[in-house]
């Protein structure tokens, strides 16, 4: 019996080292190829890239908060927009002629946040989000700040 048990430990051990060893070398290779992958598409996409900016800064009276001091904010903005998405040259015409739609729509963002709740990144995403909403589509990649400025 021994002789056979460590005969079963030897082969166990051998096994087990190969399928460490073929699950190892998977992994690698898997993750060496979505590396691959997402570096194609950001050269694609990092050069289908431009940046459309608001005519003016975007001034607006925060929400106020338990403390009823009232605060203010004020943002200038870009929009990262994909220049090879289809609706590319639809979304340059509505942006242009609906600005005034869209500086009202960030205004109603700033002005449901109370100072303390006010974040940078927070803003940008729901700005993105009920932007690409409005004129309905996604071509919105990044919302940036040129200025951001709450007193």
Do not use: C, W
């Not at 430990?9 to 992994?27: N, P, R």
């Not at 106020?64 to 340059?92: C, Q, W």
């Not at 303390?116 to 909403?133: R, S, T």
């Amino acid at each position: 019996m021994d002789k056979k048990f460590k005969i079963f430990v030897i082969i166990s051990i051998i096994i087990l080292t190969f399928v460490t060893v073929a699950g190892g070398v998977t992994v690698f290779m898997m993750m060496n190829d979505a590396k691959k992958e997402t570096s194609s598409e950001e050269k694609v996409n990092k050069s289908a890239l431009a940046i459309v900016y608001l005519d003016e800064s975007v001034n607006a009276n925060l929400k106020m908060d338990k403390d009823n001091i009232p605060h203010i904010a004020r943002v200038s903005l870009g929009f990262e927009i994909n220049t090879k998405d289809k609706d590319y040259k639809t979304f340059t015409v509505d942006f242009t002629e609906k600005q005034i739609i869209v500086r009202d729509k960030i205004i109603s963002l700033i002005r449901s946040q109370t100072y303390n709740e006010l974040e940078k990144d927070k803003l940008g995403q729901m700005i993105k989000k009920e932007i690409n909403a409005l004129l309905g589509t996604e071509i919105i990649q990044t919302v940036y700040f040129s200025d951001f400025f709450v007193q």
